[in-house]
């Protein structure tokens, strides 16, 4: 892959794919003979494959290029939540496998319950050994630039440690680290949903607030590694003490585990968000209450997030399924009440469930990207 051409095309599909040759000449800057020289040797190198096809200008079909998905596979580890989830996922950020283990926060036994992960998760999927190509762990904190040290996690407890190096010392398998929010923007990225944009912002809505940005097609990861982090961020001033050591941080109002702790103070019955939600509609005023203060507390930080950055595409990942139809409708009308007109009209919000494995597969995703970064630079 030292050829600067070759890294180009596999960047463009990896990016924009599956491509026609005749689009790929025209992102690759590269002439329609040499991209047919080029992707023949892709292909046989096991890299790309052919897929359907597609109509073209002259009326013929073109059959279309994108990664093979079998060039290699991944494992993502999330250490975001207990228990630990571990997925196997291939180039094309298909989920193969998936196992669940006790969560740690000992960087040895993290190590450890991968690696003896690995067999049963390329077995069971009829992977061959040598086919895995990386391995990718989401936490909650923050990351160095390099992926490579938990610089800093108060969920784990843990100050500059190279856990990428203790994974891979363990596996023998290139092992990257990311903040869980970027996984999930990675993921979105790569394969999911926000494919199509290169400036977007993903928020996820769990037992904690998460918050990633990408800007200009890249991960946007600030001076520190610490971008994103509005879960911090002062939502009520001299409010309930965070767990970061600060008061009124937006965890302590809008996430679940923060709606379900008023709920308690308040004395409701309500064990979930869905008791909760179903509370509010039968009129119940704490539950609305409750749900309208952290639906606009969440909706006023999205809407900072929109007026800082201006992404086309805030993407809002409702973990499980958490929010309700009044938490969804109070925290759209608190973004739209707080942010420029113009903004507004020009910022695309969508509201997404997903499962609890999503930062395992965000995890993979960062390990695919990696994978293809170290394809393209030789």
């Not at 040895?108 to 895995?132: D, K, S």
Request: glycine fraction near 10%; charge should be negative.
């Amino acid at each position: 892959m030292a050829n600067p051409s070759k890294r180009s095309l596999l960047k463009a599909v990896a990016d924009h794919g599956p491509l026609s040759r005749s689009e790929l000449a025209v992102l690759a800057g590269l002439s329609k003979a040499a991209i047919t020289g080029l992707s023949r040797e892709l292909i046989r190198d096991g890299a790309l494959e052919e897929s359907e096809t597609a109509p073209s200008r002259q009326g013929r079909p073109s059959i279309l290029l994108r990664l093979n998905p079998t060039h290699g596979y991944f494992i993502g580890a999330s250490i975001v939540e207990e228990p630990a989830t571990l997925v196997l996922a291939d180039l094309q950020g298909t989920v193969l496998g998936q196992r669940t283990a006790p969560w740690s926060n000992d960087p040895q036994a993290i190590a450890a319950t991968i690696r003896e992960a690995i067999p049963h998760l390329l077995g069971e999927a009829g992977v061959p050994a040598e086919r895995l190509r990386g391995i990718g762990v989401a936490l909650s904190g923050l990351v160095s630039h390099d992926q490579d040290r938990c610089l800093h996690s108060t969920n784990l407890g843990w100050i500059d440690l190279p856990v990428a190096a203790v994974v891979e010392q363990a596996t023998g398998v290139p092992a990257f680290l990311e903040n869980d929010a970027n996984a999930v923007a990675t993921g979105e990225r790569l394969y999911g949903l926000a494919r199509d944009h290169r400036t977007f912002t993903t928020v996820t809505f769990g037992d904690s607030i998460g918050c990633a940005h990408y800007v200009d097609g890249a991960l946007y990861r600030g001076h520190g590694g610490g971008a994103g982090e509005i879960a911090h961020c002062t939502i009520e001033p001299g409010g309930l003490p965070c767990r970061c050591g600060k008061r009124g941080c937006l965890d302590t109002v809008a996430p679940r585990q923060a709606i379900l702790a008023q709920a308690r103070t308040r004395g409701l019955a309500a064990e979930t968000m869905a008791e909760v939600e179903a509370l509010a509609a039968q009129g119940d005023a704490d539950a609305i209450a409750i749900l309208h203060r952290a639906g606009a507390a969440l909706g006023l930080a999205i809407a900072h997030v929109i007026q800082v950055n201006d992404p086309e595409f805030v993407l809002i990942v409702d973990v499980e399924g958490a929010m309700g139809p009044l938490f969804r409708i109070v925290t759209r009308q608190a973004i739209e009440a707080n942010v420029l007109p113009r903004l507004a009209a020009s910022t695309t919000i969508r509201f997404h469930e997903a499962t609890r494995d999503l930062w395992a597969r965000g995890a993979a995703s960062i390990a695919a990207q990696k994978f293809l970064t170290r394809a393209e630079e030789g």
